[in-house]
């Protein structure tokens, strides 16, 4: 109806001395009013109205808050229209894994992905320069808000062999990321030959901590026969 009125029509029935059924309508009708939405829920959150009263009529909001631990998702508000229903539906409080901190001193920064920290999300250890990790470099958000297994640890590594002789196949390693005692194999193009060394081995840098360099350097590539 165009006044936004609903009508409850009741008929009582009654037996007249005749025999004859005879049938009285009543009508009531409902102001705008007396119209509500039903309350709302969401689970791991707190909903809230506003106005913030027990019945919710025409234009009250509803919007609602995650407890610790979890975070919104989904539509954050919503209105009780004029017959009764909402809007729409709010959104839902998912778990969500806590940041992750690291001790190791070679340790760059967490990276996140994606950022929500969310069930699935993965935790992605970064190292400083001339460092990369060595065992577990990822983590998975899991359903119970943790993350799964442990990281690993940065550990020195030899940067990538330059590629300085271009009668050379490419650089051949036996490791990557190169972490102490890795190798590496030089090896030729059809028509020539290696001079020696054609191998080298990831060390110590005895010019500094904590850093790794090749033991020597490799040979080039010469036209074979000669």
């Known amino acids: 109806m165009s006044d936004l009125r609903s009508a409850f029509v009741i008929f009582v029935l009654l037996h007249s001395s005749s025999n004859k059924l005879q049938a009285y309508g009543c009508v009531r009708t409902v102001s705008p009013e007396e119209i509500s939405c039903p309350a709302q829920n969401v689970v791991n959150g ?45 959104g839902t409080c998912e778990r969500q894994c806590g940041l992750l901190t690291t001790t190791d001193p070679f340790a760059d920064v967490i990276v996140y992905n994606p950022t929500t920290r969310l069930e699935g999300s993965i935790a992605i250890l970064t190292c400083m320069d001339g460092f990369a990790v060595l065992g577990n470099e990822q983590r998975i958000c899991q359903a119970d808000g943790t993350f799964s297994d442990a990281f690993g640890t940065c550990q020195a590594v030899c940067a990538d062999y330059p590629e300085d002789d271009p009668n050379a196949n490419p650089i051949i390693y036996d490791q990557t990321p190169h972490f102490l005692t890795s190798g590496i194999t030089r090896t030729c193009m059809p028509g020539f030959v290696i001079v020696q060394p054609n191998e080298a081995n990831c060390i110590e840098n005895p010019a500094g901590s904590n850093t790794l360099d090749w033991d020597m350097m490799l040979g080039l590539c010469a036209p074979a026969g000669k």
Do not use: K, M
Not at 49 to 59: A, G, V
């Open 46 to 90: 707190v909903v809230s109205y506003s106005p913030d009263t027990d019945t919710h009529f025409e234009e009250t909001e509803a919007t609602y808050t995650c407890n610790d631990g979890f975070v919104a998702q989904g539509t954050p508000r919503i209105v009780c229209l004029a017959n009764g229903q909402w809007s729409g539906a709010l």
